[in-house]
């Protein structure tokens, strides 16, 4: 199986407008955009967006990577004359399978196709990088291919030598990437070895993706063209394939009256029995059939003669085979690119069923023929969006769900009129089911949105209009506690609010007492909330009369924080520290300490972060099992956590006696449907 490195992708926010409630300290609305399958996949550390262009950064890589062990649990797309070693590595068969006679002469042939597998972000370029033994008297090719869809795909591109870059087009993104192993030998017993190979792929975002030229790789130049130009047809000298009870270069056994085609590049051969590259062939007589390419030749097996640029021979024009211009005037002497004679102009041999049944031509040989070559040509219609729904909405949040016909991009436009105002970040993520939280609203307010996305070739999509109703914020009885008696502490009366001014009186350290007397605060009662809800609340400075002077505190420490805990004994404490001891020295920074499943986490932002003049913002969302953290309208971080009888409590502490408190916490409110 490819071992798919999950990589983590920036989620960012955007300030927005005015609120006008329940929260009035704090002016800027902010979006959180979130799809929740990223979020249950745990991922928070962001990764810098990679180039675009012709080569990777050390940035923003996306990275797959496999070993031959694939074989043994069947993730391969085509296998034929190849198996695995006891040490793990890949090798030929030992079949004395022959080699498509024009690659040269081999007296054994094997060739291995993994699975194509999808990224989880947009890409143009793959760099692919080998471990492999060659011996004298071998060879071992790798070619790489990729596409938006898995359904329409590039051609192949061949590799010359391990950690080569495959590009892809500036103009082009892609979702899906797939690798080929080609494996030859002089002499059946000897064999190349194959041990595992790395893929990595940049970033590339949506901008500036050329849909109309996505698969017309073969186009003309005119970048003008609103719409793709039909796949290019070229008038070529045809021939009967034959064979029958041979094997195709993908390791199909030729039937009596199969039905398949040959062209003279491994650029686009099909893996085994599969349709992602086939021709449309029209004779003169104009009987006409459509068929796969299965096999390599006739004459040469780089000579992709239909595609712009060829791969060789570009002194010729693109349309004609090499074969024809070696055959009736001698180009390259005669020779193929292997230097051996060429005895026919052809540039297609063709399956007995489709030569002789479905076109009806008679021989070995009848001419010329029109061959489409479908796959340079092919564009999917745009995407289209469906089922959407915004479920949940509490106070000042809701949940906006719905899919796409493929895989897009996800934002989110919406306000409290037709004309929306508010828009969320682009989640360049790639995915058909979105799910997007949206949060800090107004509560008890009508939005109207719309769901927007940019599907893999460019192209953008929308909804049509509909709306949402915010709940009204609700509060809580807050009980207040006082384990160290020097810190004052006041609750207000609509139990918003919540204060802590005074000193610390208790000896000791908060790092050196287990029972916890240096604290005050207050809690939730037990047993108050359901298993998904939402909880807002700022840690503001205490101020002078004029509101000037703001500080949160005095002396070598203290700290504000929220603790969350559940009936497992699991504890989460999100909250702002100062301590001259090192963690925070001269102001404040975001803390996060506890343990869940028995696993300690302690998280300090950059130290002195945190300015205690201004207040700062926490919004907690839980639900199946998970904890979303926004602080500071920022980056959501998530963490596994249960809510079974949750307990909430809001503390302050001083680090040593003396330890002054000047902070509150203020406009805590609580989603409807996040109590009981």
């Not at 080569?55 to 070993?67: D, F, I, N, R, V």
């Not at 071998?138 to 795909?153: C, G, K, Q, Y």
């Not at 993104?173 to 192993?181: G, V």
């Not at 926004?630 to 980056?635: A, D, E, P, T, V």
């Amino acid at each position: 199986m490819i071992n798919q490195q999950r990589v983590s992708f920036p989620l960012t926010f955007r300030n927005l407008s005015n609120q006008t409630n329940l929260r009035s300290l704090l002016t800027g609305l902010m979006v959180a955009l979130l799809t929740l399958n990223i979020l249950l996949s745990g991922m928070a550390r962001p990764v810098s967006a990679g180039p675009i262009g012709p080569g990777l950064s050390s940035l923003g890589l996306q990275h797959l990577s496999e070993t031959p062990a694939v074989l043994n649990i069947g993730r391969y797309s085509t296998i034929n004359n190849v198996r695995l070693q006891n040490n793990g590595m890949l090798t030929l068969n030992r079949e004395a399978v022959v080699a498509p006679v024009w690659s040269g002469n081999w007296a054994d042939f094997g060739l291995f196709s993994a699975q194509p597998q999808r990224l989880e972000m947009p890409f143009n370029t793959l760099r692919a990088t080998w471990t492999a033994e060659v011996p004298e008297g071998t060879r071992l090719e790798v070619d790489l291919r990729v596409s938006p869809d898995a359904v329409n795909w590039t051609f192949w591109q061949i590799l010359e030598q391990s950690g080569q870059l495959a590009d892809f087009g500036a103009e082009n993104a892609f979702l899906y990437a797939q690798y080929r192993i080609r494996l030859f030998s002089n002499q059946v017993g000897n064999s190349p070895l194959f041990k595992d190979i790395q893929l990595e792929a940049n970033q590339r975002d949506l901008n500036g993706v050329a849909t109309a030229r996505l698969f017309a790789l073969s186009a003309a130049d005119d970048k003008a063209k609103p719409a793709p130009p039909p796949p290019p047809t070229y008038n070529v000298h045809a021939t009967r394939e034959g064979l029958v009870g041979g094997r195709t270069a993908n390791g199909h056994i030729i039937q009596p009256r199969d039905r398949f085609v040959s062209l003279p590049s491994w650029t686009a051969l099909n893996d085994k029995d599969k349709w992602d590259y086939k021709v449309r062939i029209v004779t003169s007589k104009g009987t006409s059939a459509i068929a796969p390419v299965w096999d390599v030749g006739p004459w040469n097996f780089k000579d992709n003669y239909w595609h712009n640029p060829r791969f060789e021979f570009k002194d010729l024009p693109i349309g004609v085979p090499q074969a024809e211009k070696a055959f009736y005037e001698k180009h390259n002497k005669g020779l193929n690119e292997s230097g051996a004679g060429i005895y026919n102009p052809s540039g297609i041999d063709i399956a007995d069923g489709t030569y002789w049944d479905e076109l009806g031509q008679k021989g070995a040989w009848d001419g010329k023929v029109d061959v489409t070559f479908l796959w340079e040509g092919a564009l999917p219609g745009a995407a289209t969006t469906s089922d959407v729904t915004a479920v949940g909405a509490w106070h000042n949040g809701v949940v906006v769900k719905w899919n796409t016909s493929l895989a897009t991009s996800s934002w989110v436009e919406y306000g409290l009129t037709q004309n929306f105002g508010q828009t969320s970040w682009v989640d360049a993520k790639m995915v058909s089911a979105h799910q997007v939280v949206l949060t800090d609203l107004v509560p008890g307010q009508t939005y109207h949105f719309r769901v927007r996305g940019k599907d893999i070739y460019g192209t953008e999509t929308a909804s049509p209009v509909s709306t949402f109703k915010t709940l009204p914020g609700l509060t809580v009885p807050l009980a207040g506690f006082q384990k160290d008696v020097g810190i004052g502490l006041k609750v207000a009366k609509d139990n918003t609010g919540l204060t802590l001014l005074g000193g610390r009186v208790n000896p000791g350290y908060w790092n050196d007492n287990p029972i916890e007397d240096y604290t005050a605060g207050a809690s939730i009662s037990p047993n108050s909330f359901t298993l998904s809800g939402n909880l807002d609340f700022d840690i503001a400075p205490t101020c002078d009369d004029k509101g000037q002077n703001c500080l949160m505190g005095y002396g070598s420490g203290y700290k504000y924080f929220v603790r969350l805990s559940n009936q497992k004994g699991d504890m989460l404490e999100f909250g702002l520290i100062h301590d001259v001891s090192g963690l925070s020295p001269h102001s404040m920074t975001l803390m996060i300490e506890g343990k869940v499943g028995g696993k300690l986490i302690r998280q300090y932002n950059p130290p002195d972060s945190g300015d205690q003049k201004l207040p700062h913002h926490f919004h907690f969302f839980w639900w199946e099992g998970k904890l979303l953290l926004i602080y500071n309208h920022g980056q959501p971080q998530v963490f596994n956590f249960k809510a079974d009888d949750l307990n909430i409590s809001f503390i302050g502490a001083g680090r040593a006696k003396g330890d002054i408190l000047a902070a509150s916490f203020q406009n805590i409110a609580f989603s409807p449907n996040g109590l009981k």
